[in-house]
C-alpha cells in the first residue's frame, strides 16, 4: 500500500509562491503522481501530473505557465512549485499516485493524501 504525505500548504498574498511537497512510502514504484485540488467554488479538478519514469508532464490550462510540477525519484517524492498565485488557487490540494494512465483526471488515481490548505488573498 501507498502512504502519501504532503506539505508546504499555507496563507500566502495574491502573486505570491509557494511550493507544496508530496513524499510516497510503501507499495512500488508509482506509474503517474498527480495533484488535484477542491475549494467550495469547484468540484475536485486535476492540477498536474507527472509521469514518474520519463519525466514528463501535464498541466491544467489554468495552472499553465504558474505552477511547475517536478519530481525526486530517489525519494519517492513530488512537488509542486506554485507561482504568480491568484485567489481562484485556493483549495484544499491534494497528491495522488496512479497505476496507469497519467492523464489529470481523479479517476485514474488509486491513493490520496490528506491534503494541504493553500489560501490565496487579495
Known amino acids: 500500500q501507498v502512504q502519501l504525505v504532503e506539505s508546504g500548504g499555507g496563507s500566502v498574498q495574491a502573486g505570491g509562491s509557494l511550493r507544496l511537497s508530496c513524499a510516497a512510502t510503501?507499495?512500488?514504484?508509482?506509474?503517474?503522481m498527480g495533484w488535484f485540488r477542491q475549494s467550495v467554488w469547484k468540484e475536485r479538478e486535476g492540477v498536474a501530473s507527472?509521469?514518474?519514469?520519463?519525466?514528463?508532464?501535464i498541466y491544467a490550462d489554468s495552472v499553465k505557465g504558474r505552477f511547475t510540477i517536478s519530481q525526486d525519484n530517489a525519494k519517492n517524492t513530488v512537488y509542486l512549485q506554485m507561482n504568480s498565485l491568484k485567489p481562484e488557487d485556493s483549495a484544499m490540494y491534494y497528491c495522488?499516485?496512479?497505476?496507469?494512465?497519467?492523464?489529470?483526471?481523479?479517476?485514474?488515481?488509486?491513493?490520496w493524501g490528506q491534503g494541504t490548505q493553500v489560501t490565496v488573498s487579495s
Open positions: 510503501g507499495g512500488t514504484y508509482p506509474t503517474c
Open positions: 495522488a499516485v496512479g497505476r496507469s494512465l497519467c492523464n489529470v483526471v481523479p479517476v485514474y488515481y488509486d491513493y
Open positions: 507527472i509521469r514518474s519514469s520519463r519525466g514528463s508532464t
